[in-house]
């Protein structure tokens, strides 16, 4: 088995990569994330991550914030069902998630570009498949342009 290759100077940076901002509960994915990284499992870092009570307190508008800010996707992140700490929020935020993916069809944004996903606290190796999935879907995807003008 060979050696990884070593980056050096001669070795190019890739033309783009993706901005991501992921949304994750505080109960479950912030600390699969958090046990991903104590783990030392290698993933993307792509994606910059803002801790949120629940994936239910996560409003549209604030995932239609991201991309107007200039993220090229958005992760929420959020308790399996049925073990969510506040009952509900992510049968909720499920429920909203769907309806907005189709509101971004409508309007020209690729849906690919919102993922939802269930992570435990104990799955710091699923955590970083997601971002790993979630990163190469975007590389296909290229990056989003949000015209602020509406010529897009
Ligand atoms: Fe994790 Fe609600 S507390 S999704």
């Known amino acids: 088995m060979s050696d990884p290759p070593v980056p050096n100077e001669s070795t190019p940076a890739p033309a783009w990569e993706p901005n991501i901002v992921g949304f994750l509960c505080n109960w479950c994915s912030y600390a699969g994330a958090d046990l991903a990284g104590t783990s030392r499992i290698p993933y993307a870092c792509n994606v910059r991550i803002i801790r949120v009570p629940c994936s239910g307190r996560v409003d549209p508008l604030m995932i239609l914030r991201a991309f107007r800010e200039g993220a090229d996707g958005v992760l929420v992140s959020g308790c399996h069902p049925g073990d969510c700490h506040y009952i509900e929020g992510n049968y909720y935020a499920r429920r909203k998630f769907i309806a907005l993916k189709q509101l971004l069809d409508h309007v020209g944004v690729d849906p690919r570009r919102l993922r939802f996903s269930w992570v435990s606290a104990s799955e710091g190796r ?10 190469r879907e975007l590389l ?13």
């Open 126 to 135: 699923k955590w970083a498949e997601v971002v790993e999935t979630v990163t």
């Open 140 to 152: 296909e995807i290229g990056p989003y342009r949000y015209d602020r003008d509406g010529d897009d």
